[in-house]
């Protein structure tokens, strides 16, 4: 019988930088596989290596050495545009800044991934998005006029659009109260559960890491421990 | 991607750039403004050239010739009359003579004119406009003549009054207002007087070696083609010999001369314009690079989101071509305005062609470059837009993607290949464009050098010391990103053009003024014939003449050098124009025992083979000849072939303004050729009007040529040319204070913000207003300082080299080009920082 190829694989994943002379592990040798639709949340203290994770995965950086796979695939050497396609197809990203895009209204930043992957009745699909997230009357003002946490949900609306198989989220509700942070875990929920996404979520707080399938604790580079929400820590 | 959803995409991402597009626009609109207007005042002059060709030529075909048109030639022209039908021709004869109305006591008053004697059937296209509206062969009847205006002010005449033309008495019938084949180009030596060929025949002023310009003007039947007009052209040029002096013209060829001088001097004029635009794509640089500085974070955006780079960059590329386009847009309405006028404000230097203001290619030619600048100099920091890492969206401090040194060589060399062909386009010659890209790069690498310098002394200078204001404004100039290099740059390189152009016609004006030696004649007198001198002679010291000098003058054709025919040498230059017409034209010789004192001998001696007849020889002339010590010139003299040696060769002081000839023969071998004379005197200020008197009265056919007057038309001509020049030259300025105004407008919210904090330190807005002021006035000074010195260089160059004509300095111009610089630049700095002036400290915290 065979088994479906891991949704994302590291393999042995290293990432060192130049600091002045020196060279500074951010990651040592990570191992690790994320099973399509499992939701995961890696923690850690602030410089583990948590949001360099996310972007070895994002293919928006490359390793030292090691592999990413994603469905079976390294992509740690695609080209740049190569990438670029792969996060078109198969990625969706929520930020703790929100990073939605200033000059363009709620509506058109939720449009334009779809637009980008030439997905058709996209205008449709961005209205029906924007209602789900709760914002279907706002759809025409900028980001600069929504609060912090109707950006977020935006930022979410416009993560699913294209049903992503990978969604990658550094700590959306980092800069956001607790009351607005928790609509945002919820409506993050909710689509992920719609879509089917496998979610990897960076976050400092056990609280939001609780709602995982699985939670990877980074320390120093290194995967400290693993838990599951149903299965034994792994020490 | 789609190029809908790019342009979808494009639109989008101009939303709140205000303030982006005018900056584009204001760059690109000035240069693009100068091009279009001088492309259209060229094209405009030569398509004007070619569709008034026959009314220029006042005929079909011109058959001209300065002297005597042989019978021969006046036979073939009957018998092409006679074999089509319809067709006519029409005597035409101009020169220049001095008329005189006689007054009380037996005085006369005189004046110079450029006498017209037409034939019947002159004009055969267009309109003559006289007053009275009579037909002109009955104004011009009888020894009837008709004066310009100006003509009939200086001497006084009404309808009626005598004007004896020639020493013969004609009758005033009315003035000429225009007429339809004067060019209107150029000096006008005196107003026009028209009157009848037979007129002109009774006045006895064709004599001998008078100098007339004799067409036949010939109209072809209504029916006629081109081909009718080129193929009789051909027939009487093949009956010629090639050094018989006369030229035949159609209206196909439509005034090449003329148009040839025309299409050089606009040729240098674009030039003059690409500068404009040039700096503006300079301007245009900045501008992307500040927007795409402050859209860095979108892009990592973009890119996370899945745009590829090269997507990036086309999106952002597009978008800097719809901009461009849109710039040139309003540019070629501007320039367009521009033409309208110009053709008023230059009259006096442009043929009398109608100039439309619209000119389609001149339009497409203005879009064209100026979208291509646009996007030209926008290459460097578009293509850097590859290199902005998407992990930016995580990481604000994450490190570029590697760029390739191979790009980046590719960058550069684009862009020097871009102002290559931009300038080829403008100059049409390779050459020139080569020697326009090699300087305005070499230039723009100075100044670029000099305001590097500048940000590094003003870093390192030891400003503690320094009032507050002072060491505030210094510092701005040496922050980072202060768009010191681009401000000094392009400002520099408009003052470099400005003053260049400025001090290159000064000097030509000067030259043309300059205090002549105390003896330099001012009085010349012309077309005299030998026995007449005497009389003349008498005038001239009867009124305290100086310096006194007369010589003969003997009119020759060269017939051979060396052997060779001058038919054989002409055909070798190959190119037509001055190349072959130094062999064919009538040369002029005189003889004298010694050389005056502006001739010095530099090779050989002069009358010193008395074994042969001697020539000496100009040294530059005889290069064009190729003619050197030794050679045997056969000349013909009126019929007689005379052969000489070039024993000598001369270097001639032409800035005397003494009579001098580039051919002078040993004395006694012209003695008995036919002859005539020409005089130069020094008379003094205030004579000068009653020798002319004078000697209309007593020597009707003697031109008298006044030097002052001359000289004062030339200089008014060089400066509406200076005028047209520095108007361009203006343009570059615009362009330099544009970039500059847009380099503040940039930094807007950074001065917002310096600003709030320095009021909320206690700064008031008079130090404030200070504090910029310094900053603005020393990259006016260091931009001022270098361009005008380059722009002195330049001059020196083109005055010394390129002129021959002696450098004067000019420290007035030298001294108030970096001041005016300087003023510029702070009037524009501080214009363009009003909004932030009035940030009030609050509104600036409270948006942080």
């Not at chain 1, 890696?42 to 948590?50: A, E």
């Not at chain 1, 740049?80 to 703790?96: M, P, S, T, W």
């Amino acid at each position: 019988m065979t088994t479906a190829a891991p949704r994302i694989e590291l393999i042995g994943l290293t990432r060192r930088l130049p600091s002045g002379e020196r060279l500074l592990t951010i990651l040592d040798r990570i191992d690790l596989s994320i099973a399509a639709g499992e939701f995961v949340a890696v923690l850690g203290p602030s410089g583990s290596g948590k949001s360099t994770l996310l972007a070895l995965m994002a293919g928006l950086d490359r390793p030292t050495s090691g592999e990413v796979r994603l469905d079976g695939s390294a992509i740690q050497d695609l080209s740049e545009d190569a990438l670029a396609l792969l996060r078109r197809d198969k990625i969706g990203f929520v930020f703790q800044s929100f990073q939605l895009l200033g000059n363009l209204t709620a509506r058109e930043n939720v449009l334009l991934p779809l637009e980008l992957a030439g997905r058709p009745e996209a205008g449709a699909r961005a209205d029906a998005l924007l209602s789900t997230v709760g914002l279907a009357e706002r759809g025409h003002h900028y980001p600069s006029q929504l609060s912090g946490g109707e950006q977020q949900r935006v930022a979410l609306a416009r993560a699913f659009g294209t049903r992503p198989p990978i969604l990658l989220a550094d700590e959306p509700t980092g800069n956001l109260d607790r009351a607005t942070g928790k609509i945002v875990l919820d409506t993050l929920e909710q689509l992920r559960i719609e879509s089917g996404t496998t979610l990897v979520l960076v976050t400092h707080d056990p609280d939001v890491a609780r709602l995982a399938d699985r939670r990877i604790h980074l320390v120093d580079g290194r995967i400290d421990r693993e838990e599951r929400t149903v299965a034994e820590n792994v020490p | 991607m789609r190029p809908s959803l790019a342009l979808t995409l494009m639109a989008r991402e101009s939303r709140g750039s205000a303030a982006k597009v005018l900056f584009f626009l204001a760059c690109l609109s000035v240069g693009v403004a100068a091009v279009v207007a001088v492309a259209g005042l060229s094209g405009g002059i030569d398509r004007g050239l070619r569709r008034e060709a026959r009314t220029l030529l006042a005929g079909d075909v011109a058959v001209r010739s300065a002297k005597p048109i042989p019978q021969a030639v006046v036979a073939q022209v009957s018998t092409f009359l006679a074999a089509h039908p319809g067709s006519r021709s029409a005597e035409l004869y101009e020169m220049v003579t001095v008329v005189a109305v006689p007054r009380e006591g037996g005085q006369v008053a005189s004046a110079l004119v450029e006498l017209k004697a037409v034939g019947p059937g002159w004009p055969f296209y267009g309109e003559v406009k006289t007053e009275p509206p009579r037909p002109l062969d009955e104004l011009l009847a009888e020894n009837g003549v008709l004066v310009a205006p100006d003509l009939a002010r200086k001497l006084d005449l009404t309808e009626g009054s005598r004007l004896d033309v020639g020493g013969h008495a004609c009758t005033v019938r009315g003035q000429i207002l225009s007429e339809p084949d004067k060019l209107g180009v150029g000096i006008d030596l005196g107003p026009r007087l028209l009157m009848s060929r037979a007129g002109l025949a009774a006045t006895g002023l064709e004599t001998f070696g008078s100098r007339i310009d004799r067409k036949i003007l010939i109209k072809l039947p209504d029916d006629a083609t081109a081909k009718t007009a080129e193929d009789f052209e051909k027939a009487i040029e093949a009956e010629l010999k090639p050094d018989s002096g006369i030229r035949v013209e159609t209206y196909v060829d439509a005034q090449p001369g003329l148009r040839a001088g025309f299409r050089n001097a606009t040729r240098f004029l674009g030039l003059v314009a690409l500068v404009s635009l040039v700096l503006g794509g300079i301007g245009v640089a900045e501008t992307v690079r500040a927007w795409l500085a402050s859209r860095l974070d979108a892009i990592a955006v973009l890119k996370c989101l899945g745009l590829r780079p090269r997507e990036v960059v086309a999106l952002y590329a597009g978008e800097t071509a719809l901009l461009g386009l849109l710039g040139s847009l309003v540019g070629a309405a501007l320039g367009t305005a521009i033409l309208a006028i110009a053709p008023k404000l230059l009259a006096d230097i442009l043929p009398a062609v109608p100039i439309p203001a619209f000119s389609a290619s001149a339009i497409l030619r203005g879009l064209l470059l100026g979208t291509g600048t646009a996007v030209l100099f926008s290459i460097a920091p578009l293509s850097s837009l590859r290199l902005v890492p998407p992990l930016r969206v995580l990481r604000r401090d994450a490190e570029p993607l590697e760029a390739s040194k191979v790009a980046r060589l590719a960058v550069a060399l684009v862009l020097i290949a871009g102002v290559f062909g931009a300038a080829w386009i403008q100059s049409g010659s390779p050459k020139l464009a080569t020697g326009f890209a090699g300087g305005m790069i070499a230039a723009a690498a100075i100044l670029a050098g000099a305001a590097w310098a500048t940000t590094r002394l003003v870093e390192r200078a030891a400003r503690g010391r320094l009032r507050v204001t002072l060491r505030h404004g210094l510092a701005a100039v040496a922050r980072p990103g202060a768009g010191t290099l681009p401000a000094i740059t392009a400002l520099g390189l408009g003052v470099l053009v400005v003053v260049g152009m400025l001090l290159v016609q000064r000097g030509l004006t000067a030259s043309l003024k300059a205090d002549r030696p105390d003896e330099a004649p001012n009085l010349f007198l012309v077309d005299m014939q030998t026995g007449q001198w005497p009389k003349a002679e008498a005038i001239l010291r009867s009124q305290g003449a100086q310096s006194i000098r007369t010589v003969p003058i003997v009119t020759a054709r060269l017939a051979s050098i060396d052997g060779v025919t001058a038919a054989d040498l002409a055909a070798r230059r190959g190119d037509r124009g001055r190349g072959r017409w130094i062999f064919t034209r009538e040369q002029n010789l005189t003889w004298m025992k010694e050389l005056p004192k502006d001739n010095e001998i530099v090779a050989g001696a002069l009358w010193s083979d008395p074994k042969t007849n001697e020539i000496s020889i100009e040294q530059d002339f005889a290069q064009d000849l190729g003619a050197k010590l030794g050679s045997k010139m056969v000349f013909d003299v009126q019929g007689v072939p005379i052969e000489m040696t070039v024993t000598s060769l001369r270097k001639v002081g032409w800035r005397s303004f003494g009579i001098n000839f580039f051919l002078v023969v040993e004395p006694g071998v012209l003695d008995d050729a036919p002859q005539r004379r020409v005089a130069a005197a020094r008379v003094p200020t205030g004579s000068e009007q009653v020798v002319q008197d004078r000697i209309a009265a007593e020597l009707p056919n003697v031109v008298v040529l006044r030097v002052r007057e001359i000289i004062e038309k030339v200089a008014k001509l060089l400066d509406r040319i200076g005028l047209a020049i520095r108007i361009l030259g203006g343009f570059a300025i615009a362009a330099g204070i544009a970039i500059l105004a847009g380099a503040v407008g940039a930094s807007a919210s950074r001065r917002g913000r310096e600003v709030a904090l320095l009021k909320t330190l206690g700064a008031t807005r008079a130090g404030v207003v200070g504090t910029f002021s310094v900053e603005f006035a020393l990259l006016g000074l260091v931009a001022g300082v270098i361009g005008t010195v380059g722009g002195g260089i330049l001059a020196w160059a083109v005055i010394t080299k390129g002129m021959e004509l002696p450098w004067t300095w000019r420290p007035a111009i030298l001294l108030l080009s970096p001041i005016g610089a300087v003023i510029l630049s702070v009037l524009a700095g501080i214009a363009a920082s009003t909004s932030a002036l009035r940030k009030r400290p609050i509104e600036v915290l409270r948006a942080e």
